[in-house]
């Protein structure tokens, strides 16, 4: 279990690391897209997106995934983190990413203290390249989740994802072909979101040893 205090205590060494970078991310890519991912258009739309930490049960470390809302698009009904496309008038990436989980989810961007960028990942069918950050609140935080966007928001404890062992389905994604899953908080994983939390999963597995 990691306590949130430790989890404060371990950011100067997240801060520090080396990012595992696309090598850890293709852990959880499904096999056809690792050379589209390799290989990214010229001019990608840009999108960006946050894995923020906070402190729920049992003054455990948990970060947010949310399940999208149903809407005619390539990430309907997907599991990801809060963030979006950014906005001309957004200053960064990582402004973006807070306007983003602030209309989302109603967390204040003020609130939120960036750690880290981690490696950007290009997403083949949406044709996105994402800038994912870590990020931290503390104190209490009240949630107002926008049911255009949001379906549900799904707490997962940061051990359940240190101790998350992959797997494959073939029920999700198209084709049916077989793609790498993670399973948290009983909701499965995979695509972009999948690859990501393994970079994420590095790290932490790194500052805990």
Request: one cysteine or more; a negative charge.
């Amino acid at each position: 279990i990691m306590q949130f205090h430790s989890f404060l205590e371990f950011i100067p060494k997240i801060r520090e690391l080396n990012l595992p970078g696309l090598a850890q991310q293709l852990k959880m890519a499904p096999p056809f897209r690792k050379q589209l991912i390799e290989q990214p258009i010229d001019n990608p739309k840009r999108a960006a997106v946050v894995c923020l930490f906070h402190e729920g049960i049992d003054h455990e470390t948990f970060f947010y995934l949310i399940r999208r809302a149903t809407y005619p698009g390539v990430h309907s009904n997907q599991i990801g983190f809060p963030g979006g496309q950014i906005d001309s008038t957004d200053k960064s990436p990582w402004d973006a990413a807070k306007r983003e989980l602030e209309e989302e989810i109603g967390i204040s961007a003020k609130d939120v203290t960036l750690i880290k960028e981690m490696t950007p990942l290009y997403i083949p069918p949406s044709r996105f390249l994402v800038d994912c950050f870590l990020g931290f609140i503390e104190g209490k935080t009240e949630l107002m989740i926008d049911a255009n966007e949001v379906q549900q928001v799904i707490p997962v404890a940061a051990h359940e994802l240190l101790t998350a062992n992959s797997g494959f389905s073939s029920q999700v994604g198209s084709n049916g072909v077989e793609v790498p899953i993670y399973t948290l908080s009983d909701n499965i994983v995979w695509g972009a979101t999948a690859m990501m939390l393994a970079e994420i999963k590095s790290i932490l597995s790194q500052v805990q040893n």
